[in-house]
């Protein structure tokens, strides 16, 4: 009994988990051309030769993979810039991150249209500064191929995160470590670039692999306000999806699979970044 | 330099807010007018339609019980996995990231194709389900991370003094965790209200939330109603999470820290 009480205690989420693991294979199967439903049983690897040689993949996952890079770094460099100047009061920080968490993707793809498109707030104060003369004139940052608004949009919402991930680890770091530097004589720039920073890196490195995921798999931004071509990754896949004919679903669990085999990696990056983690945490506290 | 940053944050939070709530009331803001050139109530009467009020409801229901079943699902995982020691200890880590960094567009494509094998597609129990399944890192996380730093040494002296485990678990180590419970379910509710993409695919437009009705005002361009819809959505999260909040405050003089959420 006392043996199985932890499996009890945890039986929903193995059930839940389970789900999980089985639609993944799922996906898996069908990309392998094993699909029952539309009468495909043999196994193959003619999919993934097709969609590996094509181009819509090839243009797909580079630009997803630029959109978050992208705003990956934007949102690590703004969220680290914010702990750094606002880790010393609660209050300051609450007020940052608080309603950017609160507010759904959906609704910042609005406010950036509102505020970016040709028509958006931006241009009309540029058109009232004398700068442009008709919307047409000026650039265009929604639905863009550089996927500007996109990009904006991901750093309103992903900033506010890594704040919330860095800055706790960062007033333990700053009014030790940093504040020792500053004792001994260091600048506080070169206390915050040389000693607060170094040490809270893992919590960095953790907030970017989750802020980069998210951004490579998310649909809804891209959706909304990225370029009708080249299509992000997860755009292309549900495209994909969407194919009446059950033949071509193979097609799309491909590029599922192919999702998949990069949340695997950051999965693993991101325990190997965590375990850096915990031995900081520990140091830290000690 | 830090007064200004200050001033700065609270004008890139606050002034997108503002601008949703002028074009909701707005009625003709043409090209290059900096502010509307007329007012109306329409986007707000929109609103008050029954339907919508309707939705609205429903919706806040879907995310209160998904968010509630999360936390209620993930306390006695905490427990397990902070204080036992089983097989697939470690695996089950990892498995606990997937929802947050497999891409959910993958994710979400293999739930849809399951739940159509289970039966479970278009109905509301899916679309529960399928939340619960985005949520649960979050508390499950907070709630290991709680349950280490409340230890179980009070709760062991219970037991020597005679308490049975569950009272003792329930008089000593649950009041010191319910404000965590409190706050993530809080989070919880945040992380599911806002879920379009989702709700799409397991609801597949038969499950209507208050996220499926913003979208197609947003595709379609009407800014007016946008706005309407995008300020009374965050004002209903706001609304829940600041209940929420508010009890938690008043049962508890601190707020336990919580990671924030992306989605």
Known sequence: MKRAAPYIMLLPVFILVCMLLVSLADSVLQSLGYFPAAGLTSFTFAYYKEVLGSLALRDSLLYSLYLSLVSALLSVALGVALSALLHASARAEALVYRLPIAMPHIVVAFLVIALLSQTGLLARLAYALGLIGEPGAFPLLTQDKAGAGVIAAYVFKQAPYVMSVVVLLMRRVSSTCGEAARVLGASPRKAFFYVTLPLCMPAVSTAFIIVFAYSFGAYELPFLLGATLPRAFPVQAYTEFLSPSLLHRPYAMVYNALMLLFGVIFIALYLVAFKRLMRYNKAVYA | ?263
């Open chain 2, 1 to 263: 330099m830090r007064r200004v940053m200050l001033w700065l944050c609270a004008a890139a939070v606050l002034l997108p807010v503002a601008l949703l709530a002028l074009y909701a009331v707005c009625a003709r803001w043409p090209w290059p007018a900096p502010l509307p050139q007329s007012l109306s109530l329409r986007g707000i009467q929109a609103l008050l339609n029954a339907d919508v009020r309707g939705t609205l409801l429903s919706s806040i229901g879907y995310s209160l019980g998904s968010a509630l079943l999360s936390t209620l699902i993930a306390l006695p995982a905490a427990r397990a996995i902070s204080f036992y020691n089983f097989a697939g200890k470690r695996a089950m880590r990892a498995v606990l990231l997937a929802p947050i960094l497999l891409p959910s567009t993958a994710f979400f494509i293999g739930l849809q194709t399951l739940f159509t094998r289970l039966g479970i597609i278009n109905t509301a129990l899916g679309v529960m389900l399928a939340h619960i399944m985005v949520i649960l890192p979050y508390p499950i996380w907070t709630l290991c991370d709680m349950m280490q730093s409340v230890g179980r040494t009070m709760e062991e002296q219970a037991r020597t003094l005679g308490a049975s485990p569950l009272r003792a678990f329930s008089a000593v180590s649950m009041p010191l965790l319910l404000p965590a419970c409190v706050s993530v379910t809080a989070l919880g509710f945040l992380i599911s209200f806002g879920q379009y993409f989702l709700t799409l695919m397991i609801g597949g437009g038969r499950v209507k939330t208050f996220a499926m009705l913003v979208v197609p005002y947003i595709q379609s361009g009407d800014r007016m109603l946008s706005a309407a819809f995008s300020f009374a959505f965050i004002l209903a999260a706001g609304t829940v999470y600041g209940v929420m909040d508010a009890v938690l405050r008043k049962h508890s003089g601190a707020r336990p820290p919580t990671r924030g959420s992306l989605v």
